[in-house]
DNA sequence: TTGCAATTGTAATACTATTGCATTAATATA
DNA sequence: TATATTAATGCAATAGTATTACAATTGCAA
């Protein structure tokens, strides 16, 4: 669920700091809620008074997708958190192209046939990227 | 194939002029062999005693992708030549993490098992994206 | 508390991408 | 083949994105 303090058990248990910076770009991707730049986060955080670096915000997405908490979006390099970080494994998005949305899906069919597809290719996969791209429920009017 | 003179219908059959700047765009692509950015295209040609702005090799690109002769790899943003361009619908890539190879494959399967997906989803798919990365047959050890 | 290493901030710089406008060159037609 | 048309390219300026080295700070264990 990404609470403030199961973060920080999560990066206490990496040997990790449980820092205000990484408290607060959290905050900021949870909020924003689509998917965000490291300049749309530190936007975010200064406008609620605080200051964060640049560097710093890169820094700090970095660590939190090494950690799995956040995902970078391929096509656009924008970070949004995981919402299904229990599940590990591959993460599929379907990002709508309206509003935004990036919704995580967890699909093992899919991972036998990407498997599938790498082996016969002669490919040792080590993992796998699937985004479907279109436009979400709300959206199609 | 993408021969040149394939190419030249190609784009004349769209109202687009044959020119020098794109045959060279596309023998950078298909001598380079593995993808590369828009500088790395520049390079290229400057190496071939030619010469080439910056600001065309991003225009030429962004019209050779719109007609599928190339793509541009979601997470490095680098470009190659499509491999199977008389194949339409859905190409999805094997990215060799080591050599930098990209392999393409067209598998209706996976599309079928996407298009399910998005459905659950209350998703109206428009288009997907797969990559496998790993280590292709020749750089296995 | 205090000390230390991890983290962050600072500043400089490199790399990537886009825009408006002037110039050139590909092609259609005479 | 010469000429007119305009798509395409070049140029120059600028904006946006990302990374580096090193100094200052801060979280946390002792
Ligand atoms: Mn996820
Ligand atoms: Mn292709
Ligand atoms: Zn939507
Ligand atoms: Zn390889």
Not at 63 to 69: P, T
Not at 102 to 130: D, M, Q, R, T, Y
């Amino acid at each position: 669920m990404n609470t403030t303090s199961s973060i920080a058990h999560l990066l206490k248990a990496q040997g990790l700091r449980d820092t205000q910076p990484r408290r607060m770009v959290m905050q900021a991707l949870i909020h924003i809620q689509s998917p965000a730049s490291p300049y749309d986060i530190q936007k975010w955080i200064t406008a609620q008074e605080n200051t964060i670096n640049t560097v710093t915000v890169y820094r700090v997405l970095e660590v939190f997708e090494s950690l799995g908490l956040v995902h970078r979006h391929p096509s656009s390099g924008l970070y949004f958190p995981c919402s299904i970080p229990e599940i590990k494994g591959h993460h599929g998005f379907l990002h709508c192209t309206k509003c935004h949305l990036v919704e995580e899906f967890h699909n093992p069919e899919l991972c036998v046939i990407e498997n599938a597809i790498a082996k016969k290719a002669g490919f040792k996969a080590k993992n796998h990227l699937s985004e479907i791209v279109g436009v979400c429920k709300g959206c199609v009017l």
